[in-house]
């Protein structure tokens, strides 16, 4: 038993999550957490909402809220479609929390002191009329390099250019409109990020022998082009404050530290707030997982576009911090889904997005296909027909068809006990023994965190009982050999246990639906070694049980054409 931290990348604030960001980070962390307690290890699953920044206040100001109460209720929405989801987090925090303050202050103190932290004046676009300056995308205007007229100040959405709000030709401000702008000298703290280069890179060589190429690669692009200062303060309203006994004047002109500097700090932060929402009686030490926590195992989910923040922009904070702080063990990286080849977009409302996937189908539809696609190696495709495809076939006609068969035809010819009589033979000892074999796969893929295996391991598992009752055929059997077909029907009673208990963190809802259907005294057995599961005997004869509702209803050709209809389909851009 071990003790395992496992964390996924904030999402943003505003607005609903697509399936992309849900199989990029969410929903493997949850995987991988439920994996981990089912083995009887020590797990803390830490998720939050990323509430800082311009996006949030320009978000809050459309929807004519306070940024606060806009951040409050847009985390109850999202917190709600992820229970949905059947996302066990341990605690899902807010990076607007005092806990998140306190520490992000409290690193910033530490930087500033080993001498990481620097005051610099820079230009800045600042709007009479507006009464403020403007940073990121509270400037908008042309485009320097292509031409469109509605490029924002970080980033041209047309060419993708990364902006800095001066480089804008014709700007006018995206709270008023006005163009009456200047560039005021203003006063930001930095983080000199070049000062750690070195040491980034010494903790990547140590440290990421075991991670997969697509975070070792992007962390090494990275490092190779050289970190740069960059500023971590902001001119907003929304954010945590910079600290007064440090920094009185920049605290007194208002500034906050910005959205990159204290939304990975925030990990730690919601791991406090945890701690602090412990119920009355319990004790919920969240130092134990982050300070001197050579004990614990430490496992980030993020999609690629986040992978230099928490390879090198996050540790290069904690490193300069000069704190026995907990850096990542383990960096789990994910390429994009795409839709039909084309790009999800929030701001476009296009793909499938998180509260409409459960609107029409159940989490565990969403679950297992996407895991069992998860963009890996390379950027994978969603598309409807693939979708259906994969649902009917594997869930509905693999699994589902399977539990059904045997425990309807073994309830109409023995009633609902687990049929008594005859001996296994060798048909059960090659079961078993394949049973062993994939049951192992599936354990060694998990614990390399290589989705689609584990998938296919699990995938096999259930084929291998649709092979078993082809190849024994009870409804032939029991025409002239009862005792051989109650064999048959009891061994394969006992496959649908080992499939409730081995398929929990894949399908969590159907896993509780089958765990359901034996009426087993005692059966807490979380997880099912590979030679136990050997034995098939964890059911036995004379134990009752219920016949449950179809589990997976197929995706029939009608429903195809609606969701293509509803959610758009073929070429995108
Ligand atoms: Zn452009």
Same mark, same amino acid.
């Given at each position: ?34 994996? #981990?307690?089912?083995?009887? &290890? ?44 059947? #996302? ?56 320097? &390099? ?8 970080? @980033? ?11 480089? #804008? ?18 006063? &930001? ?25 697509? =975070?070792? =690669? ?29 920094? %009185? ?14 939304? %990975? ?28 926590? $050579? ?14 923040? &928490? ?7 904690? #490193? ?8 990542? !063990?383990?960096?789990?990286? /994910? =390429? ?12 476009? @409302? ?28 390379? !950027? ?13 076939? !594997? ?54 965190? @290589? ?25 032939? @059997? ?40 034996? $009426? ?16 098939? !005997?964890?059911?036995?004869?004379? $134990? =009752? /049980? ?28």
């Amino acid at each position: 038993m071990a003790r395992h931290l496992v964390t996924s990348a904030l999402p943003y604030i505003n607005g609903i999550k697509h399936l992309g960001n849900m199989v990029g980070s969410m929903l493997p962390a949850d995987v991988y957490a439920r994996y #981990l307690r089912q083995r009887g &290890h020590d797990v803390l699953y830490i998720c939050a909402t990323d509430e800082h920044g311009t996006p949030a206040e320009l978000a809050a100001a459309k929807a004519g809220q306070p940024v606060a109460e806009f951040c409050a209720g847009a985390h109850e929405t999202q917190k709600e479609i992820y229970d949905g989801f059947g #996302l066990t987090f341990d605690y899902f925090g807010r990076s607007s929390s005092p806990q998140n303050a306190e520490i992000t202050q409290h690193f910033a103190r530490r930087l500033h002191e080993n001498g990481f932290i620097e005051e610099r004046a820079i230009r800045q676009v600042y709007s009479p009329v507006d009464g403020r300056f403007l940073p990121d995308r509270y400037v908008e205007g042309t485009c320097p &390099h292509c031409g469109y007229d509605k490029a924002r100040g970080d @980033q041209c959405e047309n060419c993708t250019r990364v902006l800095d709000p001066t480089d #804008l030709i014709n700007p006018r401000s995206a709270i008023s409109g006005s163009t009456d702008l200047e560039v005021r000298e203003t006063t &930001h703290l930095f983080l000199l990020q070049s000062k750690l280069q070195g040491e980034v890179e010494a903790w990547i060589d140590e440290n990421s022998k075991e991670w997969p190429l697509l =975070s070792t =690669s992007i962390a090494r692009k990275w490092l190779a082009e050289g970190l740069h200062d960059r500023a971590i303060t902001r001119d907003l309203e929304w954010g945590v404050p910079v600290p007064a006994d440090t920094w %009185p004047e920049l605290a007194a002109d208002g500034k906050v530290f910005y959205v990159w500097f204290d939304a %990975p700090i925030e990990y730690i932060g919601a791991t406090k707030e945890w701690a602090d929402a412990a119920p009355d009686g319990e004790t919920r030490d969240w130092k134990s997982w982050w300070y001197e926590a $050579a004990d614990v195992r430490y496992t980030q989910f993020m999609a690629k576009d986040n992978v230099p923040f &928490h390879t090198v922009m996050f540790p290069a904070t904690q #490193l300069g911090v000069r704190e026995p702080w907990k850096m990542v !063990d383990y960096v789990k990286g /994910f =390429s994009w889904l795409t839709y039909y080849g084309g790009k999800f977009s929030t701001s476009q @409302q296009r793909g499938v997005f998180t509260d409409a996937a459960l609107e029409i189908l159940p989490a565990d539809y969403w679950r297992y296909f996407l895991i069992a696609n998860a963009p890996e190696s390379d !950027d994978s495709s969603f598309t409807w027909e693939h979708f259906a495809g994969t649902v009917n076939k !594997d869930l509905a006609d693999t699994l589902g068809n399977f539990v059904n068969r045997v425990l309807t035809f073994s309830a109409k010819r023995f009633g609902n006990t687990v049929p008594a009589g005859g001996e296994p033979g060798e048909a059960e000892a090659k079961l078993g023994a394949e049973v062993t074999r994939l049951l192992t796969e599936l354990e060694e893929h998990m614990e390399a965190l @290589q989705y689609r295996k584990a998938a296919n391991a699990l995938r096999a598992l259930w084929s291998a009982g649709n092979a078993y009752l082809v190849e024994k055929e009870p409804w032939k @059997q029991v025409k002239t050999d009862e005792a051989a077909a109650a064999v048959t029907l009891r061994t394969a009673m006992n496959l649908i246990h080992l499939y409730a208990v081995v398929s929990e963190p894949f399908i969590p809802a159907s896993a509780a639906t089958l765990r359901g259907v034996f $009426a087993l005294d005692g059966d807490t057995a979380t997880w099912v070694t590979p030679e136990a599961a050997a034995a098939l !005997d964890a059911v036995p004869a004379g $134990a =009752s /049980f219920t016949v449950p509702p179809v589990l997976f209803a197929k995706i029939s050709d009608e429903d195809l054409e609606g969701f293509r209809e509803r959610f758009g389909a073929g070429s995108v851009d």
